[in-house]
Every structure is written in structure tokens, then in C-alpha cells.
């Protein structure tokens, strides 16, 4: 079963501050899936990245997919509030499609 | 906008009741997983269902849990004489298909066994 490693674990930032959290395993990602889960709600799937080098916006969210598809980061621009949140990856096994999650990176942005 | 349906959202239960937990697909999808989701231990797979048939269920307890998804009707999660260790959220998630690497979250069942 691939390990899933987020860090940090733990971010506190003020408003408009940027930041990077990220997510690395032993072993070659076939696809990454990163999700964001308020507090008593289910994960939200924000992207899925499936190319080495890929690198995905969404608004002021930026995904990358390593090259050799270990590793990933999200960086986000400008926090707001409302981007508080436990920002979790996800990948499958080739070929299948049950997912293995990290613990996530439980972010809060104050005004 | 049907998404991934959960019922209940919150159950409490005494010990050795019996806890059943529903969940509703996205609208044609025939795929569902349930996973847990432990404040020190994070989500991890419990079982993957087709309709009638259950795919894969490596991260079921082999005692007291059992799931189904019925030709008609929602996928059931059934926990028998429940334990404190089972209090934690419970989630849905469905996919198109088996080989999808999209799956869509359910808001979650808390279960509180007391």
C-alpha cells in the first residue's frame, strides 16, 4: 500500500499570505488527487493530476505533479478565510480505483 | 443537482446496537466506496461495491461490519453490536467507474457509540 506523507501538518497564516503545503511518497503516484474538507463535511475534490510536470491552476490554487511523479505540491496565493480547511491528497493503484489518503494539512487563515 | 446522499448525519448509539448507515450515488454512477475517517489516523478504505456485488472489501473489519449496494436502492453499511473504537465519520464516495480517479464525497455519517 503507497504511504502518503503531507507537511506541514499544522498552518496558520494571516489573510493574503502565500503557501505551499505538499505531498510525497516512496513510490510513483499513477494518478494524484487532491481534495479539501471543511469541518463536518466530506473531501471536495479540488483537481486530479495524472502527468509528470503537469501543473494545474485553479483561481489562486496551483497544483504540480512532480516529474517523477512522487511528489505534488499546491501553493496558494493571497489566502482568504474561506480557504480554511484540511487539504488532503489522494492516489490510486494503477488500474484501480480505490484511493489512499495522506492526513492532510489542516490550514486556517485569519482575517 | 443530486450529489452523494448520506443518511443520517449524525447517529448515537449504545454499545452493542446496531448501527446502519445509507448512502445514495451522484446520478449514474454505479460505483461506491465507504471509507473511515479517525481524528488521529485520517480517511482510510473500508469497501467498494458495484451494484450487487462487493469489489473489494480489504479494509473492512472481518467481525461485525458488513455493506451491500442493492440493484435498487442506497448502498447500507451495517455495524452489529457496535464498540466505543467504531465512533468516527463514515464516508460515501461514488465514481462512474472502476477505473475512475474521481470519486465524489458524501457529507459523512458521524456515528457516536456511547
Known amino acids: 500500500t503507497q504511504l502518503l506523507e503531507q507537511s506541514p501538518q499544522f498552518l496558520s497564516i494571516q489573510e493574503g499570505e502565500n503557501l505551499t503545503v505538499y505531498c510525497n511518497s516512496s513510490?510513483?503516484?499513477?494518478?494524484l488527487q487532491w481534495y479539501r474538507q471543511e469541518p463536518g463535511e466530506g473531501p471536495v475534490l479540488l483537481v486530479t493530476?495524472?502527468?509528470?510536470?503537469e501543473v494545474k491552476k485553479l483561481k489562486r490554487l496551483t497544483f504540480q505533479f512532480g516529474d517523477a511523479r512522487k511528489d505534488s505540491s499546491l501553493h496558494i496565493t493571497a489566502a482568504q478565510p474561506g480557504d480554511t480547511g484540511l487539504y488532503l491528497c489522494?492516489?490510486?493503484?494503477?488500474?484501480?480505483?480505490?484511493?489512499?489518503f495522506g492526513k492532510g494539512t489542516m490550514l486556517l487563515v485569519s482575517p | 443537482n443530486a450529489g452523494v446522499m448520506q443518511n443520517p448525519r449524525h447517529l448515537v448509539r449504545r454499545r452493542g446496537q446496531e448501527a446502519r448507515l445509507r448512502c445514495s450515488p451522484m446520478?449514474?454512477?454505479?460505483?461506491v466506496y465507504w471509507y473511515r475517517q479517525l481524528p488521529e489516523e485520517g480517511l482510510k478504505f473500508m469497501v467498494y461495491?458495484?451494484?450487487?456485488?462487493?469489489?473489494?472489501e480489504s479494509g473492512m473489519p472481518k467481525e461485525r461490519f458488513s455493506a451491500e449496494f442493492p440493484k435498487e436502492g442506497p448502498s447500507i453499511l451495517r455495524i452489529q453490536q457496535v464498540v466505543r473504537g467504531d465512533s468516527a465519520a463514515y464516508f460515501c464516495?461514488?465514481?462512474?467507474?472502476?477505473?475512475?480517479?474521481?470519486?465524489?464525497f458524501g457529507p459523512g455519517t458521524r456515528l457516536t457509540v456511547t
Open positions: 464516495a461514488s465514481a462512474s467507474s472502476g477505473r475512475s480517479y474521481e470519486q465524489y
Open positions: 513510490s510513483v503516484f499513477s494518478s
Open positions: 446520478k449514474g454512477h454505479s460505483h
Open positions: 461495491l458495484q451494484k450487487e456485488n462487493i469489489i473489494d
Open positions: 489522494a492516489s490510486s493503484n494503477s488500474g484501480y480505483s480505490t484511493l489512499t
Open positions: 493530476v495524472v502527468t509528470g510536470g
